[in-house]
């Protein structure tokens, strides 16, 4: 850790298995620095291990086999500038391992199935972001990982998900209606009838009226806006590049929604598009586009989910900033 925080901050990243949830925190390291900010896996929160919930045939998604009791205690705690012992759940063995401790730090990401699910937590988050990835895409990128990177049959990566989806409905999915912002991962429109899932459609919802957060917009604020952006500043191969911005509901609350389908071929060319949002809550004109170029590896960062991404992540550093008080200002990246 830096530096003793005289505040915690905490975020919550909600989102089912394999829904980009390491990219994503990988992006937020970035900004912040990595001591600066530690991360919480909420497995380590599973009362039953792997044994006793297929004994019993409850999920690891399922209410019962997580301790929520201890995870709204010890979040109190750590918010509270407390250390505490928190337990492990060790994903190779299947086994809560003995716990270990963790400080309070300047930023706290809380990530996992239900960082927005107990009321008590929810309740400490200052800033909520789920990662909703539709079936299709989620099939996809499990069967790309899960067979090529793991070694699992196709039909078991199927039937995996076909069997948590239950659960999911149940008591994840419901998370988004809490979050400040949605990101949410689709099958492109721009191809007919796509199987491959290369080009994606990424919506960012957004929340509006909550104190502090001031959502991105395209031209102009509570317009709707459908954009085109290639041409001569943009270079865009087939299929293009579509966006869109304007207002909608979300479980009865007031959302603007950013948009883009396809893919960007030139991530240099970004800054186009940056000049045209606006309440981005960058340092400088080009910062976002800096961010964008400086991870041109990580998945995702040539199309919506990577520039939506690294937006989620600033809006964290304006509320971080705007939480501490001026005197702590991260560095912008340059
Ligand atoms: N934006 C993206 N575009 C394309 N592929 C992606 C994107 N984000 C993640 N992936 C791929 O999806 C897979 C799962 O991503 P990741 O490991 O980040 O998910 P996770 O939510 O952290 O998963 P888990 O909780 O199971 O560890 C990886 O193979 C990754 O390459
Ligand atoms: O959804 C999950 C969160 O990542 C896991 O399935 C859950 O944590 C159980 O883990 P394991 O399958 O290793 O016992």
Same mark, same amino acid.
């Given at each position: 850790m830096v530096s003793k925080p005289d505040r915690v901050v905490l975020i919550g990243v909600a989102g089912d298995?394999?829904?980009?949830k390491s990219t994503f925190l990988r992006r937020i390291t970035d900004i912040f620095g990595e001591d600066f900010v530690t991360v919480i896996c #909420? !497995?380590? +929160? &599973?009362? #039953?291990d792997r044994k006793q919930r297929k004994e019993t045939g409850i999920t690891a998604l399922d209410p019962r086999a997580n301790n929520f009791d201890l995870m709204a205690e010890q979040i109190k705690a750590l918010k509270n500038g407390q250390s505490i012992m928190k337990p492990i759940y060790n994903h190779e063995t299947g086994l809560i391992d003995p716990p270990e401790r963790i400080d309070p730090n300047h930023i706290i990401v809380i990530e996992g199935l &239900?960082?927005? +699910?107990?009321e008590r937590v929810r309740e400490l988050l200052d800033f909520s972001v789920y990662l909703d990835i539709s079936d299709e895409v989620k099939i996809a990128w499990k069967i790309q990982r899960d067979m090529? *990177?793991? $070694? &699992?049959?196709y039909e078991d990566v199927l039937a995996s998900i076909n069997a948590r989806r239950p659960d999911f409905e149940a008591y994840i999915d419901t998370q988004k209606q809490y979050a400040n912002v949605v990101i949410q991962i689709l099958p492109t429109q721009l191809i007919p009838d796509d199987k491959e899932r290369k080009v994606l459609r990424i919506r960012l919802v957004q929340r509006e009226g909550i104190e502090g957060f001031e959502p991105a917009y395209l031209f102009d604020e509570g317009s709707t806006i459908y954009w085109t952006p290639c041409g001569r500043k943009l270079t865009c191969s087939y299929p293009g590049i579509k966006m869109y911005y304007g207002p909608d509901a979300s479980y009865g609350n007031e959302v603007s929604i950013l948009e883009v389908d396809g893919k960007f071929?030139? #991530? !240099? *060319?970004m800054i186009y598009v940056e000049g045209h949002l606006s309440n981005i809550s960058t340092k400088y004109y080009g910062e976002l586009t800096h961010m964008m170029r400086e991870h041109q590896? +990580?998945? $995702?960062?040539?199309d919506g989910s990577g520039l939506f991404q690294v937006l989620v992540g600033l809006k964290m550093r304006a509320t971080y900033e705007r939480l501490v008080g001026s005197g702590e200002k991260v560095a912008a990246a340059v």
């Open positions: 298995s394999g829904c980009g #909420l !497995d380590d +929160y &599973h009362s #039953l &239900h960082p927005l +699910y107990d090529t *990177e793991r $070694g &699992h049959r071929d030139n #991530l !240099d *060319e590896d +990580y998945p $995702g960062s040539n």
